[in-house]
């Protein structure tokens, strides 16, 4: 039972414009979010993150939107660059532990120039 | 260097055959995680150490999994009798102190093919 899903193995999006990526979860225990950011050949690194008290966060060119009752979140990233290519992994967990993340698949992301 | 250092990158066994993962961690980092990452698929915990004490290891999917960090700084996961459902990658983390999912640094794996 994938308690993480990430629906969409891949995506293609030209430079400039919005990707959004998307990631549901089933297990309502979950209580912190997540993305990290894998290049081929090097580990996963943190991108971004929300706790279940805000609904949004942002970091530069990055947003994260959060919603708790259809237990979905989105990575937006504005505009997209070529250097976004990459595989994104969604996580979920409790406390925030390390311990006790839950990843999702991962969505590959082309952003074409 | 500075990053958290795996070896060997590639191991391939053969089904049956022992093999041992190294992780050296970023120098000074308190806590250390392994995952298994199989294809297409996003990374499960392993283990978790704190210094060199084991403080879960709730993810090992089976007794054929052994971790040990032995002085606290790197640590080797064995895997014994290798099947080929053992074929992934397996990441080590570790962080500074607070394990934290943000304070994460991964390495780049140790690819395991089980013939």
């Known amino acids: 039972d994938q308690q993480v899903k990430q629906n969409s193995p891949s995506l293609s999006v030209q430079e400039g414009r919005i990707s959004i990526l998307n990631c549901d979860y089933t297990?309502?225990?979950?209580?912190?979010f997540l993305w990290y950011k894998k290049y081929p050949a090097e580990g996963p690194t943190f991108l971004i993150s929300?706790?279940?008290?805000?609904d949004k966060n942002e970091d530069g060119r990055f947003t994260v939107f959060l919603n708790k009752s259809a237990k979905h979140l989105s990575l937006h990233i504005v505009p997209s660059q070529p250097g976004d290519s990459a595989v994104y992994f969604c996580?979920?967990?409790?406390?925030?532990?390390?311990?006790?993340?839950?990843f999702g698949g991962g969505t590959r992301l082309m952003v074409k120039p | 260097g500075a990053g958290v250092s795996q070896s060997p990158r590639y191991k391939v066994a053969k089904r049956g055959q022992d093999v041992a993962l190294r992780c050296d961690p970023i120098?000074?980092?308190?806590?250390l995680f392994w995952y298994q990452q199989a294809l297409g698929q996003g990374p499960e915990f392993l283990t978790y150490?704190?210094?060199?004490?084991?403080?879960?290891k709730s993810g090992l999917p089976s007794d054929r999994f052994f971790a040990e960090r032995p002085e606290g700084s790197v640590s080797t996961l064995k895997i014994q009798r290798t099947q080929q459902e053992d074929s992934a990658v397996y990441l080590c983390?570790?962080?500074?102190?607070?394990?934290?999912?943000?304070?994460?640094?991964f390495g780049s794996g140790t690819q395991l093919s089980v013939l």
């Open positions: 983390a570790s962080s500074l102190e607070d394990p934290r999912g943000e304070k994460l640094f």
């Open positions: 996580a979920a967990s409790v406390d925030n532990a390390g311990n006790m993340l839950t």
């Open positions: 297990n309502s225990m979950f209580d912190y």
């Open positions: 120098s000074g980092h308190v806590s």
């Open positions: 929300i706790s279940s008290i805000k």
């Open positions: 150490f704190q210094n060199e004490a084991q403080l879960d």
